[in-house]
């Protein structure tokens, strides 16, 4: 008998339970009949004994228990999560061997890649590692230790931001790993843009990776003329549109005066003028421009994750569906409008519902030319849906 201590599902949820998913939650499994730490490796049984999985238990999470393996004969110890650190690792050096190396990278996805609350970003010399999980916490040390052997880098930024730390039923913390250590401005190359991100002062883990390829296949199928880009952040989608795409006029909006500033830099250093950039909220923003009757040859919609629980799910359908129908009405015929959504929670096919009542709403044909996700570097695990959170449409508008 293991002496690793042991869950049991509810035997309600039994039927049900697709046992490959990582997360398990408070309502699926029976009360431990001896108390457990948070923190500690457990077992996962149905009621009737058959083994499931093991994983760390938190009785202070939604997530009661994060499973991290289904493999009985396997231990969970520090030699197996830098097993998978390395698999991670080897698999973006493969890619990278075929399709160039990147400056910057999402070298571990969190249940993409069987690490279920861990996001690590390099961003040229310095890594950004992401914990939302305490299951993840528990290793950190010795995940440091691993990334300071083999990758060369500068300087390591921990991070667990409110929100998490606040699900996870402990304390928020942004830590260097050698603090004071000169400067937290990453330098690097997407495409052909030059980026300098300060690290300490951006949103998430300092840029979207996400979106690379994305801004990229965007820019091939933009129309000579006129570029909207909605939730511009750091400017992204403009700056490879300016370098990639026959654009005249930029227009980019975005609520938050940290990331226009920085946007706004952006330009400056990859010799890109002109753009003018707005403060403001883009469901106003766009009515506004839709009563001034103002149109664009392109439109590129990146909002912010609209649905983080699932009872906001309805009202982030009719958000997208708002905001899109102000763009489509936007657009000149044959325009191209980039619509992207963030939200795990709203599935693919509900997305495209959303695209479809826009269509017959506004009578509008709409193609979708390309209907992608995130980049090949945020692989997803087949078990976990919700992290095919990315949705991102190119379509042409008649
Ligand atoms: N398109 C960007 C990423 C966008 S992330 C890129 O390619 O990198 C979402 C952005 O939406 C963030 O920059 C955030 O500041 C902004 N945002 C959040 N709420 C907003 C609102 N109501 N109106 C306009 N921008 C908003």
Same mark, same amino acid.
């Given at each position: ?10 035997? %309600? ?10 997360? /398990? ?7 431990? %009949? ?19 999985? #093991? ?8 997530? #009661? ?10 231990? @969970? ?14 698999? #973006?050096?493969? #890619? ?18 069987? $690490? ?17 999980? !305490? ?32 699900? +996870? ?9 050698? +603090? ?19 690290? %300490? ?7 979207? $990776? ?68 707005? %403060? ?20 590129? !919609? ?27 009405? !936007? ?5 191209? @409008? ?10 693919? +096919?509900?997305?495209?519902?959303? $695209? ?11 193609? /979708? ?30």
């Amino acid at each position: 008998m293991s002496s690793v201590p042991q869950l049991v599902l509810d035997s %309600k949820k039994s039927r049900h339970f697709d046992g490959r998913h990582p997360w /398990v939650l408070a309502n699926s499994i029976q009360e431990p %009949k001896t108390e457990i730490e948070a923190g500690q490796v457990v077992e996962l049984l149905q009621p009737n004994g058959s083994w499931i999985g #093991r994983g760390v238990y938190n009785p202070n999470s939604r997530v #009661r228990l994060r499973l991290l393996q289904w493999q009985p004969e396997q231990e @969970l110890n520090t030699e197996w999560i830098c097993s998978q650190l390395s698999s991670a690792l080897q698999f #973006r050096k493969d #890619r990278e061997c075929t399709s160039g190396e990147l400056e910057a990278v999402r070298m571990v996805n969190s249940e993409g890649d069987g $690490l279920s609350g861990l996001v690590i970003d390099r961003f040229a010399n310095y890594l950004v590692l992401q914990f939302t999980s !305490l299951a993840m916490l528990k290793w950190r040390e010795q995940i440091l230790d691993w990334l300071q052997q083999n990758i060369a880098i500068d300087n390591i930024l921990c991070v667990m931001d409110d929100n998490a730390a606040k699900q +996870e039923g402990t304390e928020p913390f942004s830590i260097w790993q050698q +603090e004071g250590k000169g400067s937290t401005i990453a330098n690097f190359r997407e495409h052909d843009v030059e980026l300098t991100v300060d690290l %300490k002062a951006a949103q998430k883990t300092g840029y979207y $990776l996400d979106q690379r390829t994305n801004r990229m296949q965007a820019s091939l199928a933009m129309q000579p003329g006129s570029l909207l880009d909605v939730c511009c952040y750091q400017a992204g989608f403009s700056l490879v549109a300016a370098k990639h795409a026959q654009i005249e006029r930029i227009v980019a909006v975005d609520s938050s005066q940290r990331a226009l500033e920085a946007a706004e830099q952006h330009a400056a250093r990859n010799a890109v003028e002109g753009i003018e950039f707005q %403060k403001a909220d883009c469901f106003d923003y766009l009515q506004q421009l839709v009563q001034e009757k103002q149109t664009f040859d392109n439109i590129v !919609l990146d909002p912010p994750r609209m649905a983080g629980h699932r009872s906001q799910i309805n009202s982030a359908l009719r958000a997208y569906h708002r905001l899109n129908l102000s763009a489509v009405n !936007l657009l000149r015929p044959g325009g191209t @409008l980039v619509t992207c959504s963030c939200s795990g929670r709203v599935f693919r +096919e509900d997305f495209w519902g959303v $695209l479809s009542s826009v269509a017959k709403r506004s009578r509008r044909r709409i193609q /979708v030319i390309e209907s992608r996700g995130a980049d090949f570097d945020h692989p997803i695990d087949v078990n976990c849906p919700e992290s095919d959170y990315l949705k991102c449409f190119i379509c042409r508008v008649d």
